[in-house]
């Protein structure tokens, strides 16, 4: 594809695609329904931007977010940890495995950074800024701000986690955010679709 003269605005802002990997496309261990969709929408969207980071959930095995870490406990319960209630999830994007990957047909050749995210044993990471104690940093603010971005465009999966905590976060560290409802997909447990939603337009990111 030929390159394109991006106007002004456009440099100052980055696409960050949220963990678009197997294991949250169907088939994969935590599928969100049609997460596979997203990904020629996604593709193309790539090419209006400079600046492209992707994010990679990345577990070591036995991971304290995992069900199967905690006895007598199911997948989907809640547990109490020390930062807070954590969801306790299926084994997903276990380091190294083939769920870990990347969608296969996602264009990965423009992204700048990858961002993993998880690989503390005993904390969980949603958002791609910090883990789960809402302090623990992942570096990609400061990657951000050496690259002078003050704009953010958010998609992929999932709406009502990992995008959704890296959307409030990003709005508390002061960047214009917006999320592409139509290049997300939720998991939605009880309810946590509507209240994603809910909770990002409070904080001022643009849904649309
Ligand atoms: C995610 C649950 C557990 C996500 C990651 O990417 O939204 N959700 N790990
Ligand atoms: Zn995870």
């Known amino acids: 594809m030929a390159l394109r003269a991006l106007p002004m605005r456009a440099m100052k802002t980055a696409l960050l695609v949220i963990d678009l990997q197997r294991d949250f496309c169907p088939g994969g261990a ?14 193309a969207l790539m090419h209006d931007f400079a600046e492209v980071v992707l994010t990679q959930d990345w577990h070591p095995a036995g991971h304290s977010s995992f069900a199967s870490a905690h006895p007598g406990k199911a997948p989907f319960d809640t547990v109490a940890m020390d930062y807070g209630p954590q969801v306790l999830w299926p084994d997903h994007c276990v380091q190294g495995s083939a769920g870990a990957a990347f969608h296969p047909d996602l264009d990965t050749t423009r992204a700048n950074l990858v961002i993993r995210k998880g690989s503390n044993p005993a904390i969980d ?15 990609l603010h400061g990657y951000l701000g050496e690259r ?41 447990l009880d309810g946590s679709c509507a209240a994603a939603q809910a909770a990002m337009r409070a904080a001022g990111v643009a849904l649309g």
């Open 30 to 43: 935590l599928a969100v329904p049609e997460g596979d969709a997203i990904v020629p929408g996604v593709n």
């Open 125 to 139: 990471s949603y958002s791609a800024f910090f883990e789960n104690d809402r302090t623990t940093p992942t570096g």
């Open 148 to 188: 002078g971005i003050t704009d953010l465009v958010l998609v992929g999966l999932a709406l009502d986690f990992c995008v959704q905590y890296s959307a409030l976060d990003a709005a508390r560290l002061g960047y214009r955010v917006r999320v592409r409802r139509d290049l997300t997909r939720a998991i939605d």
